[in-house]
Each structure stands twice: as structure tokens, then as C-alpha cells.
């Protein structure tokens, strides 16, 4: 009796954790927990971060905070947001990596982040990702968490001397206890709003980013 919960167990946490993030065109790195999506031409798209609840237990205050230039060398490089006004913003933050050095390391990989205006960084996307790990705390359950990004692919913006693009939105959704919860968030005028995986697709759709995600 004990196996038999055991396995089912085993398998409604594998269920959980298998959250697809669909592209024709997209390029794709582990980092172990976390995995990276980019599009053909090598942007930041997708952060997809399967956390256990026993991993969550173990959070700490330690960081990294060496950021790397990752698999596909060149594009992106710290230097490039020097004096920019833009954070180097997380799509999976630092702190809820911080259960295992290694996981910690890699989200301060250049493909897991994008340009970010500093009052929404520090203001209400902070303030989600606290409200997150709350809700986590509340639901004592295993979670997947995407963070992405949109990019106006008509007018399209850049870090001056880099061909680092600026995202119109940053998107987050976290699947737990058979629910799943979805924001979009402006990264010009730092609004937060709850949404629908339906309206989330179609944005992305209307924006011809070539992804969608169940």
C-alpha cells in the first residue's frame, strides 16, 4: 500500500512538472531546474523553473551574482547594459533558486534575463515574485513557474550599441495545486495585470513570437 502511494506520488508530481512551453523556432538549454528557451535568432523567450517543495524549505539569502554569457556566445554580454537605465532583469529570480548553489548560479546566466526598467524590477514585479513565493509557502505543493517576455516585434528597441531587444511585457505564470495563475506586466509603465492562458497566447500570437504554452 505504502509503493502504491508512493507511485502516485511519483506520478502526480511528474504530471505537474511537465507544463509545455511550445516554439517552432526556439533554441533550448537545461540548467538543470531551470530551462532556457530562445528564438532562432538567439533572444531571450522563456524561463521554465520546476521547483520542488522540499527545494523551496531550503531558500536562503546566498547569491551568485556572477552573470554569464551562455552557450550562444555574443549577444549577450553584461557590458551591454552598462549606463542603459535597464536592469538586468531575472525571468526565474535569484532568490527562489537559492536552495542549490549550482541552480543559483545558472539563473544569472544572460539568457535568463532581459532589459528591465528599474522602478518596475524593483517595484511590482518584485512585489509578484514575493506574492509567489507566499502563495507557495500557503500551498505547501510542488510548482512549475514560466517567466517570459514580449517583444514589439513593429517597433522593435534595442540597448544602445547591442542587439539586445527590449520587451513591451514581462509574463509570468505559476501552475500549482492543479491551478494555474498568469500575469502580464508592462515594462514601460510597470502595470500588473491577472489574465488568462488564452489571452496570453493570443498576445503572443498577435506579436508573432512563435510560442505557446498549455
Known amino acids: 500500500m505504502k509503493f502504491l502511494f508512493l507511485m502516485i506520488s511519483i506520478l502526480l ?30 533572444c531571450v523567450q522563456v524561463s ?6 522540499s527545494n523551496f524549505l531550503k531558500l536562503d539569502s546566498d547569491r551568485d551574482d556572477n552573470w554569464f554569457e551562455d552557450t550562444y556566445k555574443g549577444k549577450y554580454k553584461k557590458k551591454y547594459y552598462n549606463k542603459t537605465g535597464y536592469d538586468i532583469g531575472h525571468l526565474t529570480p535569484s532568490h527562489i533558486t537559492s536552495y542549490d548553489d549550482s541552480v543559483n548560479h545558472n539563473s544569472f546566466s544572460l539568457f535568463n534575463a532581459a532589459p528591465q526598467t528599474p522602478s518596475f524590477n524593483r517595484g511590482s514585479w518584485k512585489t509578484l515574485e514575493n506574492k509567489i ?36 511585457y514581462f509574463f509570468k505564470i505559476l501552475y500549482i495545486d492543479n491551478k494555474k495563475y498568469v500575469w502580464l506586466g508592462s515594462n514601460q509603465g510597470g502595470l500588473i495585470q491577472v489574465i488568462n ?14 510560442l505557446k504554452i498549455n
Open 13 to 42: 508530481t511528474q504530471t505537474l512538472l511537465s507544463q509545455n512551453v511550445k516554439s517552432n523556432k526556439k533554441l533550448i538549454i537545461k540548467h538543470g531546474d531551470i530551462t532556457l528557451y530562445l528564438t532562432k535568432d538567439t
Open 133 to 168: 513565493e507566499d502563495s507557495i509557502k500557503k500551498y505547501k505543493k510542488d510548482v512549475t513557474i514560466i517567466t517570459g517576455v514580449i517583444y514589439d516585434t513593429v517597433n522593435l528597441n534595442f540597448l544602445p550599441n547591442s542587439k539586445i531587444p527590449i520587451p513591451k
Open 197 to 210: 492562458i488564452t489571452t496570453l497566447n493570443k498576445l503572443l500570437n498577435s506579436y508573432k513570437q512563435n
Open 48 to 53: 521554465k523553473h520546476n521547483l520542488l517543495y
